[in-house]
């Protein structure tokens, strides 16, 4: 099997398991059938958006109001509240607090958007259920900073660093998106820099680093690697060198690189796609090995 074949079965592109499980960092915890189907109804709905049978919006709709319904009047049961939404519920107390019309009201705000880009990079059920997992998340926040984050979203401002920008503090310091990979990260887990590309491939798609970098992960990823090539160093913090390098095999899939060449023609004038006997020896096998070498200094 060519390299880029396994490489891409490695990553789970070519098939999922019978038993689903979803990951999270190194651990995994069985799916539930709800989240599977709704897993599976994504996974259909971005396939038609991208074969262009339904229009990108349609399945937005659809699929964002699912997340909207699982959280419809629950703002209160959310356990992850910010600073002013503990205060609304204590001031009032939780029977009383305020309906929609007032800025003191509770909303389950997701700390992730679902966009078009997620329906054209999630290509597969095994992405869709990660996916499905990290867009589920969310946190109770008043409707006065609920109106801010929306602003900030506006703005193109999303994931966990709206909160920021939107002055939104919490009432805890372990937030659901602050599990740091280098606390659960071990030496032993990580390919060695000679390790063969496939297992370096199931090494890399253990962490979403779509989830990391947010929706401009394409310039960030971006930036990391020229800056790799015009002779400058690494990220220094392990969840960004994890995220360049699950970006790097994802965008294996969606275009050659590399580890491709085209062969001579054959009896009938076509060249073929077959793997470059020197790609070892390139620029790209190089930065991504230098990745891994540098997630290994880190750990040591």
Known sequence: MPRKAKACEALGWVGIPCTLLLMVGRETSPLSDRDRR???????????ARDGEVAAA???RILRHELRRRNTNR??????RSTEAQRVIEDYG???VPKNASLDALHADHVYSLTEDELHRNDTLELWINAMHRLQMVVCVTAKENYRLETCERKGVTGPHKYAQAGVTFTT???PWGVDAQDAL?????????????QIAEFARAFDG????GEDWGERVGVVRERYFAGGGLPHHLDDLRGCLFCEFRMDRFMWGDDVMLSEPD??????????????????????????????????
Not at 38 to 48: D, G, I, K
Not at 191 to 198: D, V, Y
């Open 38 to 48: 709704a897993a599976q109804v994504a996974h259909v709905l971005a396939q038609a």
């Open 58 to 60: 349609d399945a937005l």
């Open 75 to 80: 703002a209160q049961k959310i356990a992850t």
């Open 94 to 96: 939780a029977a009383n």
């Open 173 to 175: 310091r372990e937030l």
């Open 186 to 198: 071990k030496l032993q887990d990580v390919p060695t820099t000679s390790a063969p590309w496939e």
């Open 210 to 213: 779509y989830a990391h970098f």
């Open 267 to 300: 009896a009938e004038g076509v060249r073929h796609f077959v793997d470059n006997p020197d790609f070892e020896s390139s620029p790209t096998q190089q930065y991504r090995r230098a990745i891994i070498a540098r997630i290994r200094e880190l750990l040591a």
